[in-house]
């Protein structure tokens, strides 16, 4: 370090010692960490109107902080983003104007008034996506002929036929299934207050039709399936009982193998809060086990403080823990390695080793291994977190000595290997969900149906086996892998991040896998890459991005006031490059030093990951914790070596 004083020195051993400190604060008794996981209003909206759905009981004290948190984050627009300071969306803005007035907002409240001006000065609520439709139709706001048509006959389907649920993402398999009894009954929203929106349209909202075609949608694809959707419409009513009720049955069957306890379905909100509407559909009380179980899982989403409340999407329990203990285990002292193994030791009983998740329909030949990315979700582990977790147990068994996670590694890794698709890509959840044709159906107007491989999720694989050992001439696995992340970069250098915002977090990724893989830090790709992230480095010494970087009309990164995740991202990126000297790795360490709070932490309003790309994005609040410790540890380590060469995958 001997181009670094001594004053620097100790800045950067005291900037992270207090981040350790930090971080060592949120371990919970048991070991492992959670940190808050915000979306947009929409959840927090949904979750008011589902009570007032349901007409349970008002708790006006929990309304009255969720109502403070949607009125805090309604934009200058005078609607609601789906991320900070984001654009006017929607949807989002019709469920806030929806939920504040089903908490007693007057419509003549100023917050609501520019809200109802915002929304009629870009077409009125007509433009509502189609999942704000099928919440609108239920109460009653418009009819359902306002939504596609949703056969619940579909579940009966066999797997060659053009659609079937085993072509479609976990999320979305699991959010349809009971939207589609929904659909089949028709229920209407209790409603006790009688609520209604009918001032967010410019039109009587129960003479709209259909939606239009949403922007990623071919048109002759799409005019195919309106087609369709038309005659369903006039010969779904004719459509026998006794098959009508074998599909209910299906529908049924499916839901509760997967119920999943007071973690939910999917282990996320959509697919529980219908559930619940499901069964009182059905007609079952708010006592009859499968709804209650459900029902007492989406209040253990929510995330109350002393003004304000809101509903998070889901929760992230093993992807904080896994990603907390690898920047321990980068930081690496007498206190943080200790820790950094109680949350490694929690994981290990979390590993799914039983279940044949939906994933094995294309893969019945692999056994299980993964783990999920919530406490329990044994149908749906993800292949992003297994990866990351074999890799800390493997750093700590390496690094440490310490044993025990031998059978865990090896079961991981035994399934991933066998979760690889066929153009050498790995994706979150499933195998070869390439039917692309399937975003053109009314349905998928949000075009987030499929679960395809991605540069992100490749690249962590990727750094899985070549930590493990593997190489290109070892491994076809990493050989066909690397070959696929050759064949994505960007002409600039980047490459695309499915599930972090968005160029900086998939090239970083990449960046990670491709030296750990071996590939040349000469080889052009990687220079290519390195520059490109040298070359958007904010005036500030920072990163960021923009959720616009996500537009259908590729212009590639957008650029956005520097935070600290998407800061440390780019660190870690250009030192898995070998650019550890490079003037730009500096700067952002200055950036991260003098931008720490009292606490030893970061503070980040702004949203630096994603859900699904221009429609749901996310903000871990763990990220500007870990991630700058992470960075900030390893550009010390780096620096105390004469290598300069990161020796693990992350």
Known sequence: ???????????????????????????????????????????????????????????????????????RVQGAHGGWPLVHDGEFDMSASVKAYFALKMIGDSVDAPHMVRAREAIHARGGAINSNVFTRFLLATFGVVTWRAVPVLPIEIVLLPFWSPFHLNKISYWARTTMV?????????????????????????QDPRSIGMTAKAPHQSMAWFLLFRSLDAILRVIEPLFPKSLRKRAIDAALAFIEERLNGEDGM?????????????????????????????????DKLLVIGDDEAYCQPCVSPVWDTTLTAHAL??????????AAKRGLDWLIPKQELEVKGDWAVKRPDVRPGGWAFQYNNAHYPDLDDTAVVVMSMDRMRREHGVAGYDTAIARGREWIEGMQSDDGGWA????NNLEYYLNNIPFSDHGALLDPPTEDVTARCISMLAQLGETTTTSKQVAAGVAYLRNTQHPEGSWYGRWGMNFI??????????????????????????AWL??????????????????????????????PSQTAWALLALMAAGEVD?????????????????????????????????????????????????????????????????????
């Open 428 to 431: 979150a959840f499933d195998v």
């Open 329 to 338: 285990l980068e930081a690496g002292d007498a206190q943080a390695v200790p």
């Open 178 to 202: 009971p939207l589609m009894v929904i659909a089949a009954l028709k229920p209407r929203a209790k409603n006790p207050k009688g609520v209604g929106i009918d001032e967010l349209f410019l």
């Open 505 to 530: 977090y998939g090239t970083w990724s990449v960046l990670c896998a491709l030296n750990m893989a071996g590939v040349d830090h000469k080889d052009p790709m990687i220079g290519k890459a390195a």
């Open 582 to 650: 490079h003037p730009a790795v500096a700067r952002g360490v200055e950036y991260l030093i003098a931008t720490q709070n009292k606490k030893g932490l970061w503070d980040e309003q702004r949203y630096t990951a994603t859900g699904f790309p221009r429609v749901f994005y996310l903000r871990y609040h763990g990220y500007p914790k870990f991630f700058p410790l992470w960075a900030l540890a390893r550009y010390r380590n780096l620096r105390n070596t004469n290598s300069r060469v990161v020796g693990v995958g992350m």
């Open 1 to 71: 370090m001997d181009s670094v004083n001594a004053t620097s020195r100790e800045t950067l051993e005291s900037s992270i010692a207090s981040a350790r400190e930090g971080v060592l604060g949120f371990q919970q008794p048991d070991g492992h960490w959670v940190f808050e996981l915000e979306a947009d209003c929409t959840i927090p909206a949904e979750y008011i109107l589902l009570r007032h759905y349901l007409a349970e009981p008002v708790d006006t004290v929990l309304e009255a902080k969720i109502g403070n948190y949607l009125r």
């Open 534 to 563: 040298a070359s958007i480095q904010n005036e500030d010494g920072g990163w960021g991005e923009d959720a616009v970087s996500y537009r259908l009309d590729y212009r590639g990164w957008e650029a956005a006031p520097s935070t």
């Open 266 to 298: 999917g282990a996320i909100y959509p697919p529980m809060a219908n559930i619940v509407m499901m069964y009182d559909a059905l007609g079952k009380d708010e006592n009859y086990p499968p709804r209650a179980i459900t029902r007492r899982g989406i």
